[in-house]
């Protein structure tokens, strides 16, 4: 769907985007991840042919984002960082010039609109002025109109921006549901967002990828020891038996306000150390309320990979 | 051309739905009704040469107004989709360039003929109350429209220029009204005697406003005037593509 082949933006002297090549098969779902200034929104701007590259090429749906704009701006539906809206319209009537400015009839827009609504649950607003709706309502709009043509790949650049924890619910349930029809490339920085709705995620910094991987990949390439958690209430001697276990290289212990023991232990990466710990307690007649093991979350991968380049520029300097 | 057309009467509603326009309406009204008053009564008591409508546009009060308009009309055409960022979705939607330009440029010029409608009614309107059908004839009317349609469309081309050079919509406004007072007195500076030398006053005369509109209201209508501003107006509006395009490569 996406073919970009070492797309470059310089501003004036510095390079916001470096070279990049990535590609985005029809049907994936995939995050654009990279901290302030990464250059994700430059590089959206270019597929959507609100800029121009100053080196490289993109095809989108196999139209040249330059020689091809008018075909590669129909293909998609884009929602621009921060959502700018008209404020003066009103929501049905924003939404039907949208639909009509990416080219539909007036018949079809009105039936697409509905749609579109009914999508985003904009239903109860049509009628309301867009510079009085709240900030996850303007976001729905903002929605609705990037999706109310029916485009085959939707770029949303941080389209949970500013929202409520429930909002954000509400957007990615929203945006896997989307998935099934559309491609979607979303840039975010809400990472388990990212990571319970995409197939896959590219993850740029300084204008370069770092990593294009799925996310389970990239968590597995961690290589992070195994965190495991118990609280018991146990004899004298448990921390000493914990040591024993094959795997365990650290454990520590703490007390909880209401009397009982937090051990924490930290293993080798590759073994789950739960059931030998549980195996033990039983054996030793320990109670037990809880024995948990910590998982590596995206987040940890995003933070190390981007940690791991900082200290790499630092020992080159 | 769909694009166009859609672009076209969004202008429009965001023009007729705004109370800003009714007042700059009724405000320019009230002006040229006054004038009108003070011509027929100036009429009444001393010969005049010119017609009715030409001591009307002659009159400076008429001019203070007028130049006013076209700042208030183009100033947020560009300006403010730039501050809003809503030029974002303008030119990622499949939309051309040329056809947004256009759009907007024809929504002001309509903008601005129903702005100066009232005026043209007041003729009609002074033959049905008085019956003096020789207050002015059809010939300098026509002319005036024709006059008036000319320097409107070029001085509304340089607003939907200035408008594109900034986010700032007060600043394009001023940008606008300076380009448009200093095109006009450029057309009086003969009259100061600040330029001895014919050649130049021929020049200045060439794109003078003032000497232009003098032939006009009397409906001597010349092919000069008319190439003059329609040229230039089709250069602003190229340079206003060319800025539009430029975002894409600027930093
Ligand atoms: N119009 C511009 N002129 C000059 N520099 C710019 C311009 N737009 C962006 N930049 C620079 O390019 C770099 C990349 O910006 P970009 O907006 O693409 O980052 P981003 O990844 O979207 O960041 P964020 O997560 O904050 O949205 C930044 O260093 C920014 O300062
Ligand atoms: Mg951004």
């Not at chain 2, 700059?24 to 009204?29: D, E, P």
């Not at chain 2, 020049?203 to 190439?227: A, K, Q």
Request: charged content about 20%; aromatic content about 10%.
């Amino acid at each position: 769907m996406i073919q970009a082949k070492s797309l470059t933006k310089r501003y004036s002297g510095r390079t916001a985007v470096d070279r990049i090549s990535f590609e985005v098969e029809k049907g994936e779902i995939v995050g654009f991840l990279g901290p302030n200034g990464a250059g994700k929104s430059t590089t959206l701007r270019m597929l959507t042919c609100f800029l121009s590259a100053s080196d490289g090429t993109a095809t989108v749906a196999g139209f040249d984002i330059a020689r091809d704009s008018l075909k590669v701006r129909q293909v998609i539906g884009y929602m621009p960082e921060n959502v700018p809206l008209y404020p003066e319209m009103r929501v049905r009537e924003y939404l039907c010039f949208r639909a009509r400015l990416k080219g539909m009839r007036y018949r079809e827009s009105i039936s697409a609109v509905a749609e579109a609504m009914d999508t985003c649950s904009l239903q109860g607003v049509e009628r309301k002025m867009i510079g009085t709706l709240s900030k996850g309502y303007r976001q729905r709009v903002g929605l609705a109109d990037a999706l109310v043509h029916k485009p085959e790949l939707l770029i949303l650049d941080e389209p949970t921006n500013g929202l409520d924890p429930s909002q954000i619910r509400q957007a990615r349930d929203l945006v896997k549901e989307l998935g099934e029809k559309h491609t979607i490339l979303i840039s975010t920085h809400i990472l388990n967002e990212v990571e319970m709705t995409c197939n896959r995620v590219i993850i740029i910094n300084q204008g370069k990828i770092k990593a294009s991987d799925s996310p389970s990949t990239l968590i597995r390439r961690l290589h992070r020891p195994g965190q495991v958690s118990l609280e018991a209430i146990a004899d004298s001697g448990a921390l000493g038996k914990l040591r024993t276990i094959p795997g365990v290289s650290e454990v520590t212990s703490s007390e909880t306000d209401d009397g009982w023991t937090r051990f924490q232990l930290t293993s080798n990466a590759e073994c789950d150390v739960r059931e030998p710990v549980f195996a033990l307690a039983t054996e030793c007649g320990w109670r037990v309320r809880q024995l948990e093991m910590r998982r590596p979350s995206l987040e940890d991968a995003f933070v190390d990979l981007l940690t791991n380049e900082q200290s790499e520029t630092a020992s080159a300097d | 051309m769909h694009a166009f057309q859609v672009l076209f009467f969004k202008e429009l509603r965001s023009f007729f739905f705004s109370s800003t326009a009714y007042v700059v309406i009724a405000l320019f009204t009230f002006l040229n009704g006054w004038l009108f008053v003070g011509m027929v009564r100036a009429m009444q008591t001393h010969a005049s040469p010119g017609s009715l409508i030409h001591n009307l546009l002659g009159s400076g009060w008429f001019w203070m107004g007028y130049l006013v308009l076209f700042p208030l009309i183009t100033m947020r055409l560009f300006a403010e989709e730039r501050k809003m960022g809503t030029i974002e979705g303008l030119f990622t939607a499949p939309v051309r360039t040329s056809e947004v330009l256009l759009a907007k440029y024809a929504a002001s010029i309509v903008a601005y003929a129903a702005i100066l409608l009232p005026l043209f009614l007041f003729f009609p309107a002074f033959y049905l109350i008085t019956g003096e059908a020789g207050a002015f004839h059809s010939g300098a009317v026509i002319g005036s429209a024709v006059g008036l349609f000319l320097v409107g469309v070029f001085h509304l081309s340089i607003g939907i220029f200035a408008s594109s050079l900034t986010a700032n919509a007060l600043v394009a406004a001023m940008m606008t009204f300076a380009m448009v007072m200093l095109h006009y007195f450029l057309g009086f500076l003969q009259n100061f005697g600040i330029i001895p030398d014919s050649m130049w006053s021929e020049f200045i005369n060439y794109f003078s406003t003032v000497r232009h509109m003098e032939f006009l209201t009397e409906g001597l209508i010349d092919s000069r005037p008319v190439f003059y501003y329609i040229s230039f107006s089709v250069v602003l509006l190229a340079c206003t593509h060319h800025v539009l395009e430029s975002r894409k490569w600027r930093s």
